[in-house]
T-cell receptor
Framework: EAQVTQNPRYLITVTGKKLTVTCSQNMNHEYMSWYRQDPGLGLRQIYYSMNVEVTDKGDVPEGYKVSRKEKRNFPLILESPSPNQTSLYFC???????????FGSGTQLSVL | TQLLEQSPQFLSIQEGENLTVYCNSSSVFSSLQWYRQEPGEGPVLLVTVVTGGEVKKLKRLTFQFGDARKDSSLHITAAQPGDTGLYLCAGAGTYKYIFGTGTRLKVLA
């Protein structure tokens, strides 16, 4: 089954404790991206990757890092999480970056 | 910064009523997508419109792309409880997607 898998689904952490949210897709998509969803603000793009080893900033990249060492995986790293990064995070992929996005089921992150 | 404004933000209607959701921008997009998101899940694509003036139908849902490719609308005929969800429009450029703030629709039986 074609899917985007994110883990974990829920995460509670404390300020400053590094964390990684994993994302994997099994559709051989070149393009992957991360979004955060906040009430009243919609989905905002954090980072995206056009292919292996090629990444670029979205609209809200501050406080986040990404890497794309393999085509299928695109982890989101928060080196020093802060409470304002409490949000619902989605990973998504598509063939080339301007087509249908396939989304994961989301990761609800709370930073205390 | 490109922005997509959706209206209304919230909509609660009775089963069988019609409704229209609007998605407006001051920017031109090469294509515009509509997604529906249900609680606990990621958004799922409903349709992509590409050509100015284009109209696409998906059963009781009708999508229209404005002539200038800056705005779009979603019309639902005879809404059903299964239509309940968050509707998002998204402007797609090269590698960047700009999402609207969403319209939360609740259809009461």
């Amino acid at each position: 089954e074609a899917q985007v898998t994110q883990n974990p689904r829920y995460l509670i952490t404390v300020t400053g404790k590094k964390l990684t949210v994993t994302c994997s897709q099994n559709m051989n998509h070149e393009y992957m991206s991360w979004y955060r969803q906040d009430p009243g603000l919609g989905l905002r793009q954090i980072y995206y990757s056009m292919n292996v080893e090629v990444t670029d900033k979205g609209d809200v990249p501050e406080g986040y890092k990404v890497s794309r060492k393999e085509k299928r995986n695109f982890p989101l790293i928060l080196e020093s999480p802060s409470p304002n990064q409490t949000s619902l995070y989605f990973c998504a992929s598509s063939w080339r970056g301007n087509e249908k996005l396939f989304f994961g089921s989301g990761t609800q992150l709370s930073v205390l | 910064t490109q922005l997509l404004e959706q209206s209304p933000q919230f909509l609660s209607i009775q089963e069988g009523e019609n409704l229209t959701v609007y998605c407006n921008s001051s920017s031109v997009f090469s294509s515009l997508q509509w997604y529906r998101q249900e609680p606990g899940e990621g958004p799922v694509l409903l349709v992509t419109v590409v050509t100015g003036g284009e109209v696409k139908k998906l059963k009781r849902l009708t999508f229209q792309f404005g002539d200038a490719r800056k705005d779009s609308s979603l019309h639902i005929t005879a809404a059903q409880p299964g239509d309940t969800g968050l509707y998002l429009c998204a402007g797609a450029g090269t590698y960047k997607y700009i999402f609207g703030t969403g319209t939360r629709l609740k259809v009461l039986a």
